[in-house]
């Protein structure tokens, strides 16, 4: 996270009021999905609310971070998810085309079963600038333990392989990179998966990630999970001086871990992104930082502060 570069401008005589402009990090589309991913924390630990985010708020939040910072909204990823698959909203094609339109460079992570042709063809119509597309396992039952739905596997990564040649097709500049989730297979497999997908035209690179959960059911990681004590050393975190979370309701959450809205900064229904960025929350939230004192539930829980 960065944790050595120095803070971002604050006005004087108060640390906690900033300078400088924020970026939007996530805009979850929506939060229902029909996958139960065991690596996510929406499939046993999400209590909130279901919807679909509505495109004039969707709007205003781009056209609102185009306005106060342009450089980094072109440069910057912003991911148009947060907890939830961005392929279920009805209209979310039109939200990844606005957002390319206006100069943001739109993101996404899928997964490939949710890849049919008119989905695929409309995803490329509205010209993202990245996407990860989950491949899990190397089977039906490895695919069905990662991600919860049986009998999917082939079919995933067939989807995989026709959008490919449809990007190829549309001379598509959009950067794929393949991501896969390594929960117990030896390393001659994981690469033989790493030599297969880098090798085949349209895939820029290929990731493993480490087989984690969001709640202790992994050994290396426990991620807001449970009441502990405030960590004894000295904390440090980017987020709070550098970026916001927009969930589909439009409640601001200070990091893309807040998978319940632990900590709401303010709402962008009723609030511009400026009056949340140094509004009383996220104000609250960098004195605790600054202070060396962090004990609010959502970060008070999180490995990542005690690395």
């Given amino acids: 996270m960065d944790a050595l570069a120095p803070l971002p401008t ?11 402009p924020f970026s939007v990090f996530n805009i979850e589309l929506t939060n229902r999905c029909p996958f139960r991913c065991v690596m996510c924390a929406r499939t046993g630990n999400m209590t909130r609310p279901q919807g679909m ?18 450089k980094q909204a072109a440069k910057a990823d912003c991911w148009l998810h947060h907890f939830g698959e961005s392929l279920v909203h009805p209209d979310f094609d039109r939200f990844v085309a606005y957002a390319s339109a206006r100069g943001v460079s ?7 079963l949710m890849l049919k042709r008119p989905t695929a063809l409309a995803l490329l119509r509205a010209r993202p600038a990245k996407l990860y597309l989950s491949i899990d396992g190397h089977d039906d039952a490895s695919f069905e333990r990662i991600r919860g739905v049986a009998g999917a596997y082939d079919t995933s990564v067939r989807n995989l392989l026709d959008f490919l040649k449809l990007k190829k097709s549309f001379k598509s500049k959009v950067q794929v990179i393949v991501s896969m989730i390594d929960f117990g297979l030896n390393g001659d497999s994981i690469a033989r998966k790493r030599d297969y997908w880098s090798s ?3 895939v820029d690179a290929f990731f493993a990630k ?3 959960t969001w709640d202790g059911n992994a050994p290396d990681v426990n991620i807001l999970a449970g009441n502990r004590p405030p960590p004894q050393d000295h904390v440090t ?4 001086w550098s970026r916001l979370t927009v969930t589909w309701d439009g409640d601001v959450v200070p990091c893309c871990y807040d998978y319940d809205k632990r900590y709401v900064l303010g709402n962008v229904a009723t609030q511009s992104l400026r009056e949340i960025w140094n509004g009383g929350p996220m104000r609250s939230l960098r004195r605790e930082f600054l202070d060396n004192r962090v004990s609010n539930p959502l970060c008070q829980n999180c490995d990542y502060l005690r690395a």
């Fill in 53 to 70: 985010m509505d495109f004039g708020l969707f709007r205003k939040v781009i056209d609102e971070y185009v306005q106060e910072n342009p």
């Fill in 210 to 212: 480490e087989f984690v």
């Fill in 237 to 240: 975190c980017r987020f709070p």
């Fill in 200 to 202: 085949l035209d349209g």
């Fill in 10 to 20: 604050a006005i004087p005589g108060d640390p906690t009021v900033l300078d400088t």
């Fill in 106 to 112: 739109a993101a996404l992570s899928l997964n490939p």
